[in-house]
């Protein structure tokens, strides 16, 4: 059996299907960070005679955010000290020790979002420039934090799919200061012209939806 629509039902009907869509857009949801998911974390120190990064992929966390309301937005988002490798494997024997970072006592630094400000929503494939108010913890101290970020809304598609991500995508590249007399590490003098106190923060984050 055929069914006609008159011009009016067809609108009424289209206006639904928009409805659904952006309902289904508009829905916040847990945007999963998984530790070797793309993300990475660099810690940088560039003092007067030494720069030295650290790196890490073995981060984790969640990110509850509506692309189409970002007002609500929350998350954590963090990091293994013992993780962390600089490219020496004695410093990053100091990095972790009890006179450093003390790593077998806080074995996480993370980032926890409060807010973002800049751009009130996520349009699809497309990137925002924001700030990102949040509180970061390193050493057992927490920290009230701003960074700047760019953040892109990624839908899922059929190529993702092959590539084994089933559901949408939310890409994160962030970066912030921190003084690492802040949060209760002392930088030994016979190392200050070595290591910075204060360190460059970068933060690239992939994060995806069930």
């Not at 839908?155 to 991500?165: A, E, G, K, S």
Request: no cysteine.
């Amino acid at each position: 059996m055929r069914v006609r629509l008159n011009k009016p039902g067809l609108v009424v009907i289209s206006f639904a299907l928009l409805t659904v869509a952006s309902v289904a857009y508009a829905a916040a949801r847990d945007f999963a960070v998984t530790n070797q998911g793309g993300s990475r974390i660099q810690f940088v120190s560039d003092a007067p005679l030494e720069t030295i990064t650290g790196v890490s992929s073995n981060v984790t966390g969640t990110v509850h955010i509506d692309p189409a309301n970002l007002a609500g937005a929350t998350g954590r988002v963090a990091v293994r000290v013992d993780s962390i490798r600089t490219g020496i494997d004695l410093r990053d024997e100091h990095l972790r020790s009890d006179t450093w970072l003390n790593a077998a006592r806080f074995p996480e630094a993370a980032f926890v979002l409060t807010r973002i400000e800049g751009a009130t929503s996520l349009s699809p494939n497309q990137t925002a420039n924001v700030t990102l108010h949040g509180r970061f913890t390193i050493h057992g101290v927490t920290r009230e934090t701003t960074a700047q970020a760019q953040l892109r809304y990624v839908p899922v598609t059929d190529q993702m799919r092959t590539n084994h991500i089933t559901g949408d995508a939310l890409r994160v590249q962030a970066n912030f200061r921190i003084r690492m007399s802040d949060y209760g590490v002392s930088i030994p003098s016979v190392v200050q012209l070595k290591v910075a106190n204060e360190l460059e923060v970068n933060v690239t984050l992939r994060a995806t939806a069930p």
